[in-house]
C-alpha cells in the first residue's frame, strides 16, 4: 500500500514509528541535550570573572539540568527524544520554565537580558540539533532511493 505525502512526512516527524527507542539514542540525545545546557552556562560564565571555572558552570547549571531532566522524566521523552516536536520543545520548555523558576526560588540572577538570552539559546540548540538531525537523516533516505526516485 502507497502512503500519502502527508502520511510520509508524518512518519518522518517521529510520529509513525514505535512508541519505544533504542537505548542508545535515547542516552546520545540526553547527552546531547546536557552538553546543551552545559555549554551555555560555560559560555555565559566566561563573561563573569569566577575563580573555579567548573564549579561555576555547574552552580549556572544545575537549575537548567534539573528542569531539563525533570521534562525528560515527566514527559517520557526518551521514548521518542529525536522529534523537533514534541520531544525537543518540550525539553527547552521544561528545562527553560523549570531552570528559571529554581533559579528565582535559590536567589539566582533573573535580569531580563538573561530571561531572553537563556530563552533564545536554549530553544535555539535544544530544538535546532534535533531540526538539523532530522535534515540529515532526510538527506540520507533521499540518497539512498537514489536519483529519480520519488518519496511519496
Same mark, same amino acid.
Given at each position: 500500500?502507497?502512503?500519502?505525502?502527508?502520511?510520509?512526512?508524518? =512518519?518522518? &516527524?517521529?510520529?509513525?514509528?514505535? !512508541?519505544?527507542?533504542?537505548? %542508545?539514542?535515547?542516552?546520545?540525545?540526553? !547527552? $546531547? =541535550?546536557?552538553?546543551?545546557? @552545559?555549554?551555555?552556562?560555560? $559560555?555565559?560564565? +566566561?563573561?563573569?570573572?569566577?575563580?573555579?571555572?567548573?564549579?561555576?558552570?555547574? &552552580?549556572?547549571?544545575?537549575?537548567?539540568?534539573? +528542569?531539563?531532566?525533570?521534562?525528560?522524566?515527566?514527559?517520557?521523552?526518551?521514548?521518542?527524544?529525536?522529534?523537533?516536536?514534541?520531544?525537543?520543545? $518540550?525539553?527547552?520548555? +521544561? &528545562?527553560?520554565?523549570?531552570?528559571?523558576?529554581?533559579? !528565582?526560588?535559590?536567589?539566582?540572577?533573573? &535580569?531580563?537580558?538573561?530571561? @531572553?538570552?537563556?530563552?533564545?539559546?536554549?530553544?535555539?540548540?535544544?530544538?535546532?540539533? %534535533?531540526?538539523?538531525?532530522?535534515?540529515?537523516?532526510?538527506?540520507? %533516505?533521499?540518497? %539512498?532511493?537514489?536519483? +529519480?526516485?520519488?518519496?511519496?
Amino acid at each position: 500500500m502507497q502512503s500519502s505525502p502527508a502520511q510520509s512526512r508524518h =512518519d518522518e &516527524a517521529g510520529f509513525g514509528r514505535p !512508541a519505544s527507542t533504542s537505548t %542508545r539514542t535515547a542516552v546520545l540525545a540526553a !547527552a $546531547a =541535550d546536557l552538553a546543551v545546557v @552545559l555549554g551555555f552556562a560555560g $559560555a555565559g560564565r +566566561g563573561f563573569h570573572s569566577i575563580e573555579n571555572p567548573v564549579v561555576g558552570v555547574l &552552580a549556572t547549571a544545575w537549575p537548567f539540568v534539573v +528542569g531539563l531532566a525533570v521534562a525528560w522524566g515527566a514527559l517520557r521523552i526518551w521514548r521518542r527524544p529525536l522529534p523537533v516536536w514534541p520531544a525537543g520543545v $518540550a525539553a527547552w520548555l +521544561g &528545562a527553560y520554565v523549570l531552570g528559571m523558576l529554581l533559579r !528565582a526560588a535559590t536567589g539566582g540572577g533573573t &535580569a531580563p537580558a538573561f530571561l @531572553l538570552v537563556a530563552f533564545a539559546t536554549l530553544g535555539a540548540f535544544i530544538v535546532g540539533w %534535533r531540526a538539523l538531525a532530522w535534515g540529515i537523516g532526510a538527506a540520507l %533516505r533521499r540518497s %539512498r532511493r537514489g536519483p +529519480g526516485v520519488s518519496g511519496g
